[in-house]
């Protein structure tokens, strides 16, 4: 007993001690002050004896360490068969754990136009790594796929792209009417210049037959000077002349700036809501797979399918008839759905917190024949409710064009009346 009271007593002295040290560091987190002047006191430290009434303690503010924001941004990556793969809203570190290779990028960065090998259309809304990665050629803006001219032509008052008498850019790609203008109103240019020039070579040709002609004994050799005056004063008629007729026939046919008529060719993609109709009892996907409708395992779309893609908040699908089967009327599934357009649309679109899903992998309802659209497994096409304001407002912002397709921060969305189909970085 007396051994078992001699280690009580020291433990209780450990606690004395230890007890007293974290009293001193608590004591610590303040100041004591006089009431009268609001100044410290030099001598108390400890609150305890801070406590008459011509003193008052004041606690130490904590030190609050700020966090550091979550910076999310793009990831492009590869899956397992190599195919190149986007995905927004990944923090950097997601993306360097999915494949150390993978590119990432902030999704503040500046975007710009990207020209693709493969498509001569200017995308807007690239980012240079994006459009670097596609092997396409990036600027930041339209105008700097213009032609800047070593020195400038000289150009009538008035017409677009000219400045004090002067152009010095021009785009290739522009139509009639805008600001550096198209070929033909180069071509226009270059034809004065080169009629002058013509008379200016002419008048040398002649001086220096002249000079031949007068300076030298020989008559093969003023024969020659003859010749070289005579060659001269025939072109320039040639060239003067052809002109002076087309103009006295037409003035427009010295005009080489030709203005083709732009045109809209509209297709029916209203087929990409339109259930298809089975091949001799068989549906087939955009990849190829088949689906017998003779074959109940073949159309089990559960088994075939996978798991459902866990959604984001403030997402949700509008039809709650989810598809059991293929072939099934009147459903939706979000089973192997990928959510690259739907994330990409959160990062970049801050007031479009609810989406309403309408269509997604349920290939047998879009496309109106075997193939014939990109909803499948994995893939990100998805049909959007148009009720959302936010959203409308969104996509809308970006290039639209009369047959209804919009391209927004490097996406294509199409309006179908009643949703917007939402295919990625192609128009499918």
């Given at each position: 007993?007396?051994?078992?009271?001699?280690?009580?007593?020291?433990?209780?002295?450990?606690v004395?001690?230890?007890?007293?040290?974290?009293?001193?560091?608590?004591?610590?987190?303040?100041?004591?002050?006089?009431?009268?002047t609001?100044t410290?006191?030099?001598?108390?430290?400890d609150?305890?004896r801070?406590?008459?009434?011509?003193?008052?303690?004041?606690?130490?503010?904590?030190?609050?360490?700020?966090?550091?924001?979550?910076?999310?941004g793009?990831?492009?990556s590869?899956?397992a068969?190599g195919?190149?793969?986007?995905?927004?809203?990944?923090?950097?570190?997601?993306?360097?754990?999915?494949?150390?290779?993978?590119?990432?990028?902030?999704?503040?960065?500046?975007?710009?136009?990207?020209?693709?090998?493969?498509n001569?259309?200017?995308?807007?809304?690239?980012?240079?790594?994006?459009?670097?990665?596609?092997?396409?050629?990036?600027?930041?803006?339209?105008?700097?796929?213009?032609?800047?001219?070593?020195?400038?032509?000289?150009?009538?008052?008035?017409?677009?792209g000219?400045?004090?008498?002067?152009?010095?850019?021009?785009?290739?790609?522009?139509?009639?009417?805008?600001?550096?203008?198209?070929?033909?109103?180069?071509?226009?240019?270059?034809?004065?210049?080169?009629?002058?020039?013509?008379?200016?070579?002419?008048?040398a040709?002649i001086?220096?037959?002249?000079i031949?002609?007068?300076?030298?004994?020989?008559?093969?050799?003023?024969?020659?000077?003859?010749?070289?005056?005579?060659?001269?004063?025939?072109?320039?008629?040639i060239?003067?002349?052809?002109?002076?007729?087309?103009?006295?026939?037409?003035?427009?046919?010295?005009?080489?700036?030709v203005?083709?008529?732009d045109v809209?060719i509209?297709?029916?993609?209203s087929?990409?809501?339109?259930?298809?109709?089975?091949?001799?009892?068989?549906?087939?996907?955009?990849?190829?797979q088949?689906?017998?409708?003779?074959?109940?395992?073949?159309?089990d779309?559960?088994?075939?399918?996978?798991?459902?893609?866990?959604?984001?908040?403030?997402?949700?699908?509008?039809?709650?008839?989810?598809?059991?089967?293929?072939?099934?009327?009147?459903?939706?599934?979000?089973?192997?759905?990928?959510?690259?357009?739907?994330?990409?649309?959160?990062?970049?679109?801050?007031d479009?917190?609810?989406?309403?899903?309408?269509?997604?992998t349920?290939?047998?309802?879009?496309?109106?024949?075997?193939r014939?659209?990109?909803?499948?497994?994995?893939?990100?096409?998805?049909?959007?409710?148009?009720?959302?304001?936010?959203?409308?407002?969104?996509?809308?912002?970006?290039?639209?064009?009369?047959?209804?397709?919009?391209?927004?921060?490097?996406?294509?969305?199409?309006?179908?009346g009643?949703?917007?189909?939402?295919?990625?970085?192609?128009r499918?």
């Amino acid at each position: 007993m007396k051994k078992l009271f001699k280690y009580i007593l020291i433990i209780i002295a450990l606690v004395g001690v230890f007890g007293t040290t974290e009293y001193a560091n608590a004591q610590a987190t303040g100041k004591c002050y006089w009431k009268l002047t609001n100044t410290e006191h030099s001598t108390i430290t400890d609150q305890n004896r801070c406590s008459f009434n011509r003193v008052y303690w004041k606690p130490t503010a904590p030190v609050i360490t700020p966090t550091a924001p979550v910076i999310r941004g793009t990831c492009y990556s590869k899956d397992a068969s190599g195919k190149s793969v986007t995905y927004y809203g990944w923090e950097e570190q997601s993306c360097k754990n999915n494949n150390s290779s993978a590119k990432w990028e902030p999704s503040d960065m500046p975007k710009g136009v990207c020209v693709l090998p493969d498509n001569p259309i200017r995308n807007s809304g690239w980012s240079k790594m994006a459009c670097d990665l596609s092997s396409g050629t990036w600027a930041s803006s339209l105008d700097d796929f213009k032609y800047n001219f070593l020195a400038p032509l000289p150009c009538e008052d008035g017409m677009p792209g000219c400045v004090s008498g002067k152009l010095i850019t021009f785009d290739p790609e522009s139509k009639k009417g805008e600001a550096n203008t198209n070929l033909g109103k180069y071509l226009n240019i270059m034809i004065r210049i080169i009629i002058g020039l013509s008379a200016v070579a002419a008048v040398a040709m002649i001086v220096i037959g002249g000079i031949q002609y007068m300076t030298s004994e020989l008559m093969s050799s003023k024969e020659d000077g003859k010749n070289r005056m005579t060659n001269a004063i025939l072109g320039l008629i040639i060239v003067l002349g052809s002109y002076a007729l087309l103009y006295t026939i037409n003035p427009d046919l010295l005009n080489s700036d030709v203005e083709i008529q732009d045109v809209t060719i509209y297709a029916d993609l209203s087929a990409d809501s339109t259930p298809q109709t089975p091949v001799n009892g068989k549906y087939t996907d955009r990849g190829g797979q088949v689906y017998d409708t003779a074959n109940a395992n073949s159309i089990d779309w559960v088994a075939r399918a996978g798991q459902e893609t866990p959604l984001p908040a403030g997402v949700t699908v509008l039809n709650p008839s989810k598809c059991i089967k293929v072939g099934q009327p009147s459903c939706t599934s979000i089973r192997g759905f990928s959510l690259a357009v739907i994330n990409h649309i959160l990062t970049n679109c801050r007031d479009c917190r609810t989406l309403s899903i309408q269509g997604a992998t349920e290939f047998w309802l879009h496309g109106g024949s075997p193939r014939g659209t990109t909803h499948q497994i994995g893939s990100p096409t998805v049909d959007l409710g148009i009720t959302n304001p936010a959203l409308n407002s969104y996509i809308r912002s970006g290039q639209c064009s009369t047959d209804k397709w919009c391209q927004k921060d490097g996406m294509w969305y199409l309006d179908e009346g009643n949703h917007w189909h939402a295919s990625g970085s192609s128009r499918s």
